[in-house]
């Protein structure tokens, strides 16, 4: 699989893994690693000092980065996907923002605070959970319903609360301790919050429809680019977990007593599961291609590309959670240890899907 092939990270990534579980975030190894290769700013234009990657490149390496470690590929996903953001930022505020080599954008999508409409900007309440690499953050993304001063909703277009989005320095917001869940364990989604911060009225941004880089890929459609961001992170995940379950089976100390005909059913199983997430994996980059493709030429995507997108990724994401149920009790104790590796990707896999985007197929 080409996305998979070693690179001189993954070997650190490996030797890591664990102890960035037992520190409840990443290994500073390894962010030494995502800082030099620009990770945390694989969407940022190269004019603010990101790598500047399209989405095509960027899924194929957060699958590999998923492949590696769980908590890793998802940290880097959601922060580099918040960091997406950058397009649609007051251009001088991006300068400043990601002046610092080792910016990290962190948030919720949830709209969990308030803002009211002040004289130079906005006064802030809200309180945000799940902000994966909240501790080596250096920025947050919030969103708020706007209020006016007497308390009362601002209204937008179409008469509904208007809502928008933030962002906050590090400084500004108060991390809690609140990420106690069994998987994803280094990605260190606590919560945040503020309690009537001022914020300037530069640092309020809407994605999509106010975009400020003139480059490709700020255009795309921020439902699908969560998709298939997320899905490949599962997709990583449920690889690895193949690989590892083929290695605890044929090592296993009770092997011998395994009949010829049930090794054969253990490796016909085993290559169905291979072949049924392979071939939707194809799937699945074929159709994300094509909405690229379509977008570069046409400029917009059809709504039937963009929903057969979402439909391929969120059957792709169920195929892997199958496959992992099916695997699982063929790799023996090994698996129910919390120390091991084999554990420790079972356990990201389950935490990851409970992201509610994925959950129904339609």
């Known amino acids: ?146 209020k006016n001063q007497d308390g009362t ?21 108060q991390i809690l301790s609140g990420w106690s869940y069994f998987g994803l364990v280094a990605t260190g989604s606590h919560a945040f919050e503020v309690n009537n911060l001022e914020v300037p009225a530069n640092r309020t941004f809407k994605i999509n429809n106010d975009i400020k880089f003139d ?21 990583g995940m449920t690889n690895h977990f193949i690989d590892l379950v083929e290695e605890a089976f044929l090592t296993r100390s009770g092997l011998k007593r395994y009949s010829e005909k049930q090794l054969l059913f253990f490796k016909s199983e085993l290559k169905a599961c291979k072949e049924d997430v392979e071939e939707l994996r194809f799937n699945f980059y074929k159709t994300f291609d094509e909405s690229w493709d379509e977008l570069q030429v046409n400029h917009s995507i059809s709504s039937n590309t963009l929903d057969n997108l979402s439909y391929v990724s969120r059957k792709l994401a169920h195929t892997c959670w199958r496959v992992v149920a099916k695997l699982y009790p063929y790799a023996g104790l090994e698996a129910a240890k919390k120390e091991t590796e084999i554990n420790r990707v079972w356990r990201d896999i389950h935490t990851a899907s409970q992201h509610a985007l994925l959950t129904f197929i339609d």
């Open 1 to 146: 699989m080409e996305t998979l092939t070693n690179t001189y990270w993954q070997k650190t990534v490996a030797e890591f893994a664990a102890q960035s579980e037992k520190i409840g975030e990443l290994h500073p190894e390894i962010l030494a690693i995502a800082y030099q290769e620009n990770w945390f700013k694989l969407f940022v234009p190269e004019a603010y000092g990101g790598a500047g990657k399209k989405l095509p490149e960027i899924l194929r390496l957060e699958e590999a980065l998923a492949y590696a470690d769980g908590s890793l590929g998802w940290t880097i996903t959601l922060c580099a996907g918040a960091a997406w953001f950058a397009g649609f930022l007051n251009p001088e505020l991006a300068l400043e923002v990601f002046a610092d080599k080792a910016v990290c954008f962190a948030g919720s999508g949830a709209v969990d605070g308030t803002a009211v409409k002040i004289e130079n900007g906005y006064l802030l309440k809200g309180h945000w959970k799940y902000a994966s690499g909240a501790l080596h953050a250096t920025v947050f993304t919030a969103n708020c319903i706007i």
């Open 153 to 173: 909703d601002v209204l937008d277009e179409d008469g509904n609360p208007k809502i928008m989005s933030f962002i906050l320095k590090k400084d500004e917001v």
């Open 215 to 235: 480059e490709a890929g700020f255009d795309y459609p921020f439902l699908q680019l969560a998709e298939t961001t997320l899905v490949v992170n599962t997709l």
